[in-house]
């Protein structure tokens, strides 16, 4: 098995990790991007700029007919997975294999859900990009995406095709051997990192300077913790404490992605963060009440930026 024709939907910030790379290797009529409407036009005009270098990417439709794609990228935010997932059912086939990069614990499920596990990896990423009005600029050789079967002590036929695809891109990945307790341990960090800086408005920095930021971020994170236990997932205190170097590490400046949209008055993927710890945790009876005044106290942001109420 060989991925001979492949697609991408959303390119945007995590798209642009994958694109160039992915057209260089496979060809302009071998990558598509699939977009309609508006964003088709402006991704055939505009294009986007990644690293200096302006791309116009062939751009596929959903109602396109076409060969079916071996591999699809998918990399929207939460409030394009659903519209994305019938964007792309015109492009699924007998052995495409879908990996969707977002965020989050549940995104592989919704994919599932409309094309069976069959054509679903698990896939999660590393890495820390913005794109702004088209244009991304980033280390290419920084970061990895993280795929592969739920375990992978021995890898499948599938993961060996992806594999080999990503070496023959130069795209960086890791093959997680445990990719749901990677998936969990990136939204643990993401719910303590993302909505301390979105609620507080404050850059990664703080978190080297901040007890406070620290202990609401570590306290977010043992909310996380407490519902993974409960599902099964592995995460302990050493992990938080692993992730206390990292963050400490990161660019003083940068700021998370709920933040960035924020401050751009977009909506974030609080529902994604917070929300989802939120309606686990009434599930499973686990009190996460940080995450609640983070999940509220986010969406009042959203409100005031979009206008939804007069704050007067
Ligand atoms: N940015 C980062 O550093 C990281 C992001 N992530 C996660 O990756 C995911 C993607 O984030 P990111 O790349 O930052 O988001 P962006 O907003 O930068 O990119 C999303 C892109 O998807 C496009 N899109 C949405 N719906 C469709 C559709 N139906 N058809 C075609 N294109 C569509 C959007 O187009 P348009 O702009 O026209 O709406 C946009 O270009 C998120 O879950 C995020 O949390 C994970 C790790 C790091
Ligand atoms: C870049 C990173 C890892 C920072 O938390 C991220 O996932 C995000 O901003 O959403």
Not at 86 to 114: F, P, W, Y
Not at 227 to 232: S, T, W
């Amino acid at each position: 098995m060989e991925i001979r024709y492949a697609a991408l939907i959303g390119l945007g910030a995590m798209g642009s990790f994958f694109a160039p790379r992915m057209e260089a290797k496979l060809g302009r009529d071998h990558f598509r991007v699939v977009a309609s409407g508006a964003r088709k036009e402006r991704l055939e005009t505009k294009g986007v700029t990644i690293n200096g270098v302006n791309y116009k990417f062939s751009v596929r439709t959903p109602e396109e007919e076409g060969p079916k794609a071996d591999l699809i990228i998918m990399a929207m935010k939460d409030m394009g997975l659903l519209q994305a997932i019938e964007d792309i059912r015109n492009l699924v086939g007998e052995h495409t294999q879908i990996l969707c990069v977002m965020n989050g614990i549940e995104s592989e499920e919704k994919v599932a859900a409309a094309y069976g596990w069959d054509h679903v990896l698990y896939s999660y990423m590393r890495m820390s990009i913005v794109m702004k009005d088209g244009v991304a600029d980033f280390d290419p050789n920084w970061g990895t995406v993280h795929f592969g079967e739920a375990k992978n002590e021995t890898l499948t036929a599938r993961t060996q095709m992806v594999r080999d695809f990503f070496e023959a891109c130069g795209i960086p990945y890791v093959i997680d051997e445990d990719m749901k307790r990677g998936i969990w341990f990136k939204f643990m960090c993401n719910v303590g990192e993302n909505m301390t800086c979105a609620l507080l408005g404050i850059p990664f920095g703080a978190f080297r300077t901040s007890d406070s930021a620290n202990e609401l971020r570590r306290a977010a994170m043992r909310e996380v913790m407490a519902i993974a236990n409960r599902l099964g997932v592995d995460l302990s205190e050493q992990d938080i404490e692993a992730q206390e170097k990292t963050v400490k590490n990161i660019p003083y400046g940068n700021k998370p992605s709920t933040l960035q949209d924020l401050e751009a008055k977009k909506k974030t993927e609080v529902e994604l963060f917070a929300g989802t710890v939120v309606r686990l945790g009434k599930k499973l009876g686990i009190p996460t009440p940080l995450c609640y005044v983070f999940y509220h106290g986010i969406r009042v942001y959203e409100e005031k930026n979009t206008g939804e109420f007069d704050p007067r």
